[in-house]
T-cell receptor, first 113, second 112 residues
């Protein structure tokens, strides 16, 4: 069993829709939960992070962590064609200078104009 | 501009040849990583280095080698022993915070 599971999609939505992206995980030691956005043939860029449980909002993006269910979500409101990308969830235990990051397989999102 | 550079962007090699992928960072980060990304799969850790002159195998190190002679540089060699070398390779470094990881633009390696 992979430590982080993510539905690969693809997910296709009309412009303006609310998008929900999700990951599940198995290791209760994870403390940091990140979402990366990766455009085609580019390196991933950090979109948001959350420490432990709870919600975090940044503009049109909201990250949620439910540690009791080992489930994390990223919501995108008023989705735009420029949001079309692959979204990777990642997690880490937070052990200082070296930190192993565990990645989901990525969900490919297409927002249609 | 601070960041991570990888070169070249695209690389083509014949089977049986070793090839070295470049990774340079000017972020003054100690920890650096190499990942491999295949379609439909997450990032898989090849090697990591916490400090100069030190590096450790990741989850899929077989057929790869690295060096870390300078803080800024962490080159990856894909050897002929790597059975399926065609992939997208990403170099990363870690910032001060435990959630911070910065990626380079990647190198697409094609071996025929």
């Amino acid at each position: 069993q992979k430590e982080v599971e993510q539905d690969p999609g693809p997910l296709s939505v009309p412009e303006g829709a609310i998008v929900s992206l999700n990951c599940t995980y198995s290791n209760s030691a994870f403390q940091y939960f990140m979402w990366y956005r990766q455009y085609s043939r580019k390196g991933p860029e950090l979109l948001m992070y959350t420490y432990s449980s709870g919600n975090k909002e940044d503009g049109r993006f909201t990250a949620q962590v439910d540690k009791s269910s080992k489930y994390i979500s990223l919501f995108i409101r008023d989705s735009q064609p420029s949001d079309s990308a692959t979204y990777l969830c990642a997690m880490s235990k937070g052990w200082g200078n070296f930190n192993k990051f565990y990645f989901g397989s990525g969900t490919k999102l297409n927002v249609k104009p | 501009d601070g960041g991570i550079t990888q070169s070249p962007k695209y690389l083509f090699r014949k089977e049986g040849q070793n090839v070295t992928l470049s990774c340079e960072q000017n972020l003054n980060h100690d920890a650096m990583y190499w990942y491999r990304q295949d379609p439909g799969q997450g990032l898989r850790l090849i090697y990591y280095s916490q400090i100069v002159n030190d590096f450790q195998k990741g989850d899929i190190a077989e057929g790869y080698s690295v060096s870390r002679e300078k803080k800024e540089s962490f080159p990856l060699t894909v050897t002929s022993a790597q059975k399926n070398p065609t992939a997208f390779y990403l170099c990363a470094s870690k910032g001060r915070e435990d959630y911070e990881q910065y990626f380079g633009p990647g190198t697409r390696l094609t071996v025929t």
